[in-house]
């Protein structure tokens, strides 16, 4: 329904201004696809980009 009261529950995380982090979504940015990202692993298929744990370790190594 698109009337009456929706209630929405959230967290707040809190980090020290120096943290550093990063940020990335799963579908079409690790997996090739979206779609065959989520139905390949049932399968036993890796459906994710080559090279992606290099990606994400260069990046921690990086600072």
Do not use: C, R
């Amino acid at each position: 329904s698109l009337q009456g009261t929706t209630y929405a529950e959230s967290n707040i995380f809190l980090f020290d201004h120096m943290t550093k982090f990063v940020i990335s979504d799963i579908d079409g940015t690790i997996t090739k696809s979206d779609v065959f990202g989520h139905i390949f692993p049932l399968f036993g298929k890796d459906w994710s980009h080559d090279g992606i744990a290099e990606f994400f370790q260069a990046i921690q190594e990086n600072g």
